[in-house]
Structures are given as C-alpha cells and as structure tokens.
C-alpha cells in the first residue's frame, strides 16, 4: 500500500491510528543520609549524569526518595523498604552508613555507592578494579585527608596552641579520621581536643568547650550531617572566631573559611553515570570503583578579614580558588 492511500484510509476510519509505544518507566531507588533541601544541587548532578546515559525523570524514569536527614538509626529501615520495592538500583549516598544499610538490606539489587572510606575493607566490594558483588560506586577517600586538613590550617601561623577535631560519633568511620588527625597533630607537634556532636542540639556545647581548651583552629570531619547543617556551623566558627577548615568547597561558598577535598558535585555525577550502565544492563561487580582525580583547595579571604587573619602568599598560591 502506498503511503498516500494508507493516509487516506486513515482518515476515513478505515483503519485505526498508529499507536506509539510508550518508554519503559524505569525505578530508581535513592537512599540518603542527608536532606533533600540541602543535596539539591548534587541531586541534581545524579540526575543530569542520568539524562546523559538516557534515563530521563518524568519520560522514562521514576525515583523513589529516601532521605534520613541527619538520623543514620533509619538508614536500615529506609534501605529494606526500597529493596522491598524491587526498585532497579538503589543509589547509597551520603556516606558510608547508607552503604552499609543498602549493602545489608540487599544481596540482589545494585548498588551505587558515594562513600568517603576504602569499600574493600568495609567488605563493600571484593577489589576496587572488580568489585564483583552487587555493588561499586564512588570512593571519595576522605579519611586519609583529615591529616592533611590539619596541616594546612596550621599553616595560618596561629601559634603553638591546642588544635581541635570536631567529629560525629554516629558516623561509623570517625575512629579513623580521629587516629589520621592525632598523627598529623603528633608530627606537628600539637596537641589535638576531639568534640563531639551528633545532633543540632550539642553543637553549642562543643564548641564552648573549644572555647575553654583554648583551641586555635578546627577540624570539621567530612560528615553528612555536618554537610547538612554546614551554615550553621560556619556562623558557629565566625561567631566564636575560629578559623577552621571544611572537606568540600560548599562549605567556604556560605563563609567558610578555608576547604580542601575532592568535588562532591563531581562525585555525584560520576555516580549517576555508574546507575546509568547499571539501568542499560552492567553488573555492578564488574564495574570499577571509581576515585576523585581533582582535589579543590578554597580560601575566602572575606572570612580571613573578618577573623583578622592574613593568608600566607604560599599558601593563597597553592588555592585553587580564591573567595573574595
């Protein structure tokens, strides 16, 4: 049948339209220890590494949100619900504990991680080149870097005084950012307060007893919990007139005063381009771990002014971004 007459049969009613098919509409589990109102723009930068992989929210994807905002007690329960849902990935972000969670809550359904620890040794992965279990992800090896945090923010000349780190007894790796800190504080030859605080309620006690060990600067552990409430803690820091340095660049966007660590935002997106060989049909245990390549070292010296401190040349020559 030519084409012209199939059109004129069409019209006529002699024969029904075409119908297209529709996009298969495929779930996504995301489960995270943050909050939504503050992990937007990495959200986001799950989402877009999606749309470029072709998976579409709205056209041929739905996500099913899970977000703990800061409680890491409902990871497991979140977890089990999205693994009940038989979603076709489960994104763990937001550290190491919704890894964990996700990890025991399914055997089956794949996973794709952000996480700031070694995945082999949390029994996560069977090697980071070829994970060969249902997970991979993203390994932003944070822990190592406490050290190294401690080190440039001592490079303020601040004197010889106490340094503090201020960590988040809930998270399951701050044992080992506190023992990388004490060996950085060692070989300084200062010596380091550890603070705790797990909940909003507890950060003005910790940081009143900075104020009473005489601490010269601070330490934030890399934490979701302190990502969340990252502008109160910096308004914390100005208020008590502390200098302190932070893991991610979003922490000196809103004044912090210093950050040193790899792009969060970046993280996110190379997340999302795991789930999106995950969703097209890679095994996850096939797919390597990936790690940061680029770390981002941030001064704001409008804070620096405001705290009356001079950044050395050398160390505002080594800043890969300078806030003004």
């Given at each position: 049948?030519?084409?012209?007459d199939?059109?004129a049969l069409?019209?006529?009613?002699?024969?029904p339209l075409?119908?297209?098919?529709?996009?298969?509409?495929?779930v996504a589990?995301?489960?995270?220890?943050?909050?939504?109102?503050?992990?937007?723009a990495?959200?986001?930068?799950f989402?877009?590494?999606?749309?470029?992989?072709?998976?579409?929210?709205?056209r041929?994807l739905t996500?099913?949100?899970?977000w703990?905002?800061?409680?890491?007690?409902?990871l497991?329960?979140?977890a089990?619900?999205?693994?009940?849902?038989?979603?076709?990935l489960?994104?763990?972000?937001g550290?190491?504990?919704?890894?964990l969670?996700?990890?025991?809550?399914?055997s089956?359904t794949?996973?794709?991680?952000?996480?700031?620890?070694?995945?082999?040794?949390l029994?996560?992965v069977?090697?980071?080149?070829?994970p060969?279990?249902?997970?991979?992800?993203?390994?932003?090896i944070t822990v190592?870097?406490s050290g190294?945090?401690l080190?440039l923010?001592c490079?303020?000349?601040?004197?010889?005084?106490p340094?503090a780190?201020?960590?988040?007894p809930?998270?399951?790796?701050?044992?080992a950012?506190v023992?990388?800190?004490?060996r950085?504080?060692s070989?300084?030859?200062r010596?380091l307060?550890?603070v705790?605080a797990?909940?909003?309620?507890?950060?003005e006690?910790?940081?009143?007893?900075?104020?009473?060990?005489g601490?010269?600067?601070?330490?934030i552990?890399?934490?979701?919990?302190?990502d969340?409430?990252?502008?109160?803690?910096?308004?914390?820091?100005e208020?008590?007139?502390?200098?302190a340095i932070?893991?991610?660049?979003?922490?000196s966007?809103?004044?912090?005063?210093?950050?040193y660590?790899?792009s969060?935002?970046?993280a996110?997106?190379?997340?999302?381009?795991q789930?999106?060989?995950?969703?097209k049909?890679?095994?996850?245990?096939?797919?390597?771990?990936?790690q940061p390549t680029k770390?981002e070292?941030v001064i704001?010296l409008k804070t620096?002014?405001?705290?009356?401190l001079t950044?050395?040349p050398?160390?505002?020559?080594?800043?890969?971004?300078?806030i003004?």
């Amino acid at each position: 049948m030519r084409r012209r007459d199939f059109v004129a049969l069409v019209a006529a009613g002699a024969l029904p339209l075409p119908v297209r098919a529709q996009p298969e509409m495929v779930v996504a589990g995301f489960l995270s220890a943050r909050s939504p109102h503050e992990a937007g723009a990495h959200t986001t930068a799950f989402l877009r590494a999606l749309a470029e992989a072709g998976y579409v929210l709205g056209r041929n994807l739905t996500v099913e949100y899970r977000w703990a905002e800061g409680h890491y007690d409902l990871l497991p329960a979140l977890a089990s619900d999205l693994a009940q849902k038989k979603v076709a990935l489960i994104a763990a972000v937001g550290g190491i504990n919704s890894a964990l969670a996700a990890k025991a809550a399914t055997s089956t359904t794949p996973i794709v991680f952000i996480i700031g620890d070694d995945p082999v040794s949390l029994g996560l992965v069977e090697s980071m080149n070829r994970p060969g279990s249902n997970a991979t992800g993203v390994s932003l090896i944070t822990v190592a870097l406490s050290g190294k945090r401690l080190e440039l923010i001592c490079e303020l000349s601040l004197g010889s005084g106490p340094v503090a780190l201020l960590v988040n007894p809930a998270n399951s790796n701050t044992a080992a950012h506190v023992d990388d800190a004490r060996r950085a504080a060692s070989a300084l030859e200062r010596q380091l307060s550890v603070v705790a605080a797990s909940a909003e309620t507890e950060f003005e006690a910790a940081f009143k007893k900075l104020g009473a060990d005489g601490v010269q600067a601070l330490v934030i552990q890399p934490e979701p919990f302190f990502d969340s409430q990252r502008e109160r803690l910096v308004a914390m820091t100005e208020h008590y007139r502390l200098p302190a340095i932070y893991h991610i660049r979003e922490f000196s966007q809103v004044g912090g005063l210093m950050s040193y660590g790899p792009s969060l935002l970046d993280a996110y997106y190379q997340a999302g381009l795991q789930a999106g060989r995950v969703l097209k049909g890679e095994k996850p245990g096939n797919l390597p771990v990936v790690q940061p390549t680029k770390f981002e070292f941030v001064i704001n010296l409008k804070t620096a002014k405001a705290l009356g401190l001079t950044i050395p040349p050398t160390l505002l020559a080594r800043a890969d971004e300078v806030i003004e």
